[in-house]
């Protein structure tokens, strides 16, 4: 069984703070790691993966995540945050299958104060 | 242009009826997704189908059904509808359901049931 765990419900930083997003997941095989954002009334966006190679990963906006095997985690950081980045993000594991589930985290969210 | 496109965006339903939800996508992927939202449960998957064929099926009730017209379509069917199948049903596509591949999310149809 494969979960995902994001310990922060909510973060609240000021414009051009930093700002990192934990996520754990437990599985014991491979595994597909992701990121998503969502903005209020919106649907999800991609922003970054993981799958194999390098442990740190680029994203869109600024955003990167490092996978690590031994502590079973994948945090999202960015060096400086600007108020559209104010939203929720997910943090989703899947294996290889066929379906290719997302099994996704409950999300933390995200507030930029000025 | 939105590349993942469901339709309706609301919709208000009354217990007992009947609803289908609608997705088209335009992005040439040959796997498509149903995700659910809802206010008391984390994203959960729903279907998962490649090539018109269902893949991954992780919905307890036959009250959810899948349809695919066409390849680039499929769309929800929700039977005997009750309160607590009002969510937010997200439409999602990749390429494949492969390895290295990240879903696309529409922007969702709300749902609510009286």
């Known amino acids: 069984t494969q979960t995902v765990s994001q310990s922060d419900a909510h973060v609240t930083v000021f414009e051009g703070d930093s700002v990192e997003l934990r996520c754990n997941y437990s599985?014991?095989?491979?595994?597909?790691l992701s990121w998503y954002i969502q903005h209020h009334g919106r649907g999800l966006q991609f922003l970054l993966k993981?799958?194999?190679?390098?442990?740190v990963v680029q994203g869109v906006n600024g955003f990167e995540a490092e996978f690590s095997k031994s502590d079973s985690s994948f945090h999202l950081r960015k060096a400086s945050v600007h108020w559209s980045d104010s939203a929720v993000y997910f943090c989703a594991v899947s294996s290889y299958q066929g379906g290719r589930a997302l099994i996704f985290g409950t999300g933390t969210t995200v507030s930029v104060s000025p | 242009d939105p590349k993942i496109i469901q339709k309706p965006k609301y919709l208000v339903a009354v217990t007992g009826s009947e609803k289908i939800l609608i997705c088209e996508q335009y992005?040439?992927?040959?796997?498509m997704y149903w995700y659910r939202q809802s206010a008391k449960k984390p994203l959960e998957f729903m279907f998962s189908y490649s090539y018109q064929k269902l893949m991954d099926n992780q919905t307890a009730s036959s009250r959810f059904q899948p349809q695919s017209s066409k390849k680039n379509h499929l769309d929800l069917q929700i039977t005997a509808l009750k309160p607590d199948d009002s969510a937010t049903y997200f439409c999602?596509?990749?390429?494949?359901?492969?390895?290295?591949?990240?879903?696309?999310f529409g922007e969702g149809t709300r749902l609510s049931v009286l």
């Open positions: 992005l040439g992927h040959n796997a």
């Open positions: 993981y799958y194999s190679g390098n442990p």
């Open positions: 599985y014991g095989g491979s595994i597909y």
């Open positions: 999602a596509s990749s390429q494949t359901t492969g390895n290295n591949q990240a879903p696309l």
